[in-house]
């Protein structure tokens, strides 16, 4: 079924890291005098900063002003002027509530698991907001490996819906995400990938080699969209389109997934123009924080 299980009332079983920061500072052409006393203001300034991304480190949901000058024993305009800057340069994000969390690029200085902490709280609020107006389950994936991983799903209130979880493995051969997942990798990791799949048949309306694969793929390319259309499970649609990052490489995918009684045929023009927006404004999202 695409991207999660068909379910009323069970779900599926399910199947932050340190980052790092460097800052070089150049040789300094002022008179011996003035260097020597700037010799000393950089560590001053690194170790503010660094209370400042330890503080929000410990604090994953993200930390208001207020909390990160309590936290750091910094006055609120000094840290604000640190933040602020941060932030600028893509370092720290700021949510909707205000609360700074570690941006992109400091997240990418570190483990994967803190971006993918990054791209849920860049996504979250425009993922509600598509689940609200779909009334359908929406989900945030990413390639792990050559399998798609779910990071965010927002299911729908419907007794009758799409159920995944956090967590979650899935074949990319079958599912929407992965379709578009893969569509959008730079061609040498696709290649890498694309033997790896086994193209088991979950329903007959699988695809079942990799060079009816490979045309799927183009025209995900050329509509940058991608549907599941029981190819997953029986009963079942999903469709889905590419986050990309700064430089235009697919950074995540999100889609929309429910029964084929509400994602009929005639409906699902309009389900894949509110899928493409929601990713457009996420890809503005996170070309903004960094």
């Known amino acids: 079924m695409p991207e999660g299980a068909l379910a009323t009332a069970w779900h599926l ?10 800052t070089l500072y150049g040789r300094s052409s002022l008179p011996v005098i003035r260097a020597r006393e700037s010799k000393s ?15 929000l480190d410990a604090s994953p949901t993200g930390l208001q002003l207020r909390e990160i000058s309590q936290q750091t024993s910094l006055n609120k305009s000094t ?36 971006y993918h902490a990054t791209l849920r709280n860049i996504s979250r609020p425009v993922l509600t907001q598509l689940a609200k107006e779909t009334t359908e389950t929406v989900n945030l994936a990413v390639l792990d490996g050559h399998d798609v991983l ?17 967590g979650m493995h899935r074949p990319p051969n079958c599912t929407a995400l992965g379709k578009v997942l893969l569509a959008f990798l730079p061609s040498e990791q696709r290649e890498e990938i694309l033997p790896m799949l086994t193209f088991e048949r979950a329903t007959p309306h699988t695809i079942p080699n990799l060079a009816r694969f490979r045309k799927e793929l183009a025209r995900v390319v050329q509509q940058s969209l991608a549907m599941d259309d029981q190819e997953t499970d029986l009963g079942a649609r999903c469709v889905a389109a590419p986050v990309l990052d700064e430089s235009g490489k697919v950074a995540a995918a999100i889609s929309v997934s429910g029964p084929i009684t509400r ?15 929601a990713a457009r404004t996420i890809s503005a999202r996170l070309r903004h924080s960094n």
């Open 263 to 277: 994602m009929s045929r005639d409906r699902i023009q309009a389900f894949a123009l509110a899928t493409k927006k």
């Open 79 to 114: 840290a604000y002027r640190f933040v602020a800057h941060l932030e600028s340069e893509g370092y720290l994000f700021r949510d909707d509530a205000g609360a700074y969390v570690v941006g992109p690029k400091l997240a990418r200085l570190g483990a994967g698991i803190a």
């Open 150 to 166: 779910y990071l965010e799903v927002l299911e729908s209130l419907h007794s009758f819906r799409m159920a995944s979880q956090p």
């Open 13 to 22: 079983p399910v199947d932050s890291s340190d980052a790092v920061a460097t």
């Open 41 to 55: 203001a950089p560590v001053g300034v690194v170790g503010k900063v660094l209370r400042i991304l330890e503080a």
